[in-house]
Structure formats: C-alpha cells, structure tokens
C-alpha cells in the first residue's frame, strides 16, 4: 500500500460501485457520494439504480445510473467506456454485486454453481479486466474494493457451498492483486470487504437470477437456514450497510486490506486457523527426508 490511496475519495473523483441499486452498494455509493465523489451506480436492476442515482442527486451529490449484468465481459467493458464518457477518470472501484443460494451441495443444481460463479466470481473477474488497465494508465492513485464475505474467511458454510467457494476466490485474487500492483509500485490501493450479517436484500437474491437458469429448489431445511440467516440480519449482530460503507470508506482513507466487520466472528476464524496450523508438521519431521 502507498500513502497515494489517501486522497481518491472527494470533490473531482470518481467511484463506481456494482450492485449499488440496494443493500451494501447503495449504502457505498451513498457515502462516497456523501464524501463529495461523482458515483456510478451500476446494477443489473437499471431502474432501481437510477432511483439510488436520482436520491443521491436529490441531496446535492453527482450520480449517474448504468444498467449492467457484471456476469456478462462485453457489457462490464461498456460500464468502464460510459463511464469514461461520463466522468473522464475511475478512481475507486467497488466490486461489489453478488448472490447466493441455498441449499447443501447435494441440492445445488449446476445451474445453480454456474449462477452463483457467473455474478460473484466472473463478475469481480470483468470488474478487474476492464477497469484495472484505466485506471493504470491514468497514473494517478486509485483503490479497488472486492466485497466478499467472512464466507471467504471461514471457507466451508453449510447451505451456501457456491456463495463460500466464490468468496474464498475473492479473497484470494483481492490479494493476489495487491501484491502485484506493489510489485511495480503502482499507486492503486485494494481492500478486501468481509462482512457478515447486514440488512440487506441479499437473501432475497433470487429476483436477479436469469430466467435461462431455471429457479432454485430448495429444501425445507435449507429455507429455514435462509429465514434464520435473513433473522439475523435485523438483530443483535446485524448491521446496516451504511455502517459498513462507512468501515470500507475509512479502510479505503487509511489503506487496509482487510475490512472485517464484526468482531463476533473472530473465534470461528481463530478456530478454523487454528486447525491448520495444527497439522504443520514440528521439528525434525519438518524437513523432509
Ligand atoms: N448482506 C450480508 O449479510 C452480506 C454478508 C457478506 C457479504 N455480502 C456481500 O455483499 C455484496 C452486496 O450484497 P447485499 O448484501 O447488499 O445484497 P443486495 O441483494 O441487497 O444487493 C445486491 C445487489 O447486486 C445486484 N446484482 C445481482 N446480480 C447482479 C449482476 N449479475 N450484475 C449486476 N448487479 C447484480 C442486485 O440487483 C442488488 O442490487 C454481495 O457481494 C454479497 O455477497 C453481504
């Protein structure tokens, strides 16, 4: 990280923020609005996005609505070229859109693998592949957050295989990226976003995915997890996105990696590290024979 990440957000920058038509996006896209960056709310819902655009117009910011399916390369390519039209520069880019569904492994579809894969991997995939060259040549200091999930910390979570597997990915290429953007000191800043419980529509993902991928089946058991994880949300552990958006933009100000939103979770990571670090082997049975 270079000290260069400090001043990307605020009056003449500009941030484009995925999946900003609700939840955790719509609360970023908000805040960097709020902060004084032009923001581009990109969504799959268009009309819903261009409603987020026209409340953040409303209250003085600069916004403009792009309706985008981030599982689709051409059309993340087109966000990056209108938004160039638009605003001449990137200097913060949000990954943000994803989905899940819910069921153990042994009623996922592939339909549902491939849903799940296409938005939450290749989506973050084309962000990276279209906005990352821009902003390079731009030379100016840039910050890329990819929100995955403490999913991709735990790794393995009953009833959302696909979702975990896409955030362990996330994880993995938000720091495969910023070791190589280091590598030659190119003055982009990146942060890996890994909430866990917040009030969002995210358990209701379902009306987004593609008509071609059928509907999800799920079982009684997997619907009462669905409905136990939505009630949490709202209580004791939940939080709201504007909390989060407010940790990311104060990550993005400070240059961290991690952004790790809810303490509770920290034995269950402790827990799962711990079990791999018991297995190294000790001593003299460390080297091998
Ligand atoms: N809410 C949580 O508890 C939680 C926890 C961990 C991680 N996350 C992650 O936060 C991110 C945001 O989700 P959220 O919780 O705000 O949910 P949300 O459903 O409220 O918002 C997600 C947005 O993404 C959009 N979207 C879906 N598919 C898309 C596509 N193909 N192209 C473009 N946009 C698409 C949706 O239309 C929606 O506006 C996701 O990556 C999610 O996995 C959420």
Known sequence: MTDASHDVIGAGRVAVVTGAASGIGRALAEAFADAGSAVVVADLDGAEAEAVAAGIRASGGEAEAMAVNVADAAAVDRLAASTLERFGRVDVLCNNAGVSTFNLLRDQTLDDWRWVFDVNL????????????????????????????????????????PYSATK????????????????????????VLCPSSVDTRVMESERGRPAELGTEQRTEMAESVRLAIR?????????????????????????RFWIITHAGERPAVETRFAGILADFPAGAEATPA
Do not use: C, Y
């Not at 592949?129 to 890329?144: A, D, E, K, L, N």
């Open 122 to 161: 290749w989506g973050v995939v084309h962000g990276l592949q279209s906005f990352v060259p821009i902003m390079r040549s731009q030379g100016t200091p840039g910050h890329i957050v990819n929100t995955a999930s403490i999913a991709g910390l735990l790794s393995g979570v009953a009833f959302i295989g």
């Open 168 to 191: 362990v990915a996330v994880v993995s290429i938000s720091e495969t990226l910023s070791q190589e953007l280091a590598i030659d000191q190119t003055p982009i800043g990146v942060s």
């Open 231 to 255: 009630e949490s949300f709202t209580g004791p552990t939940g939080l709201t996105p504007a909390a989060v958006a407010a940790r990311t933009l104060d990550a993005i100000r400070t240059g």
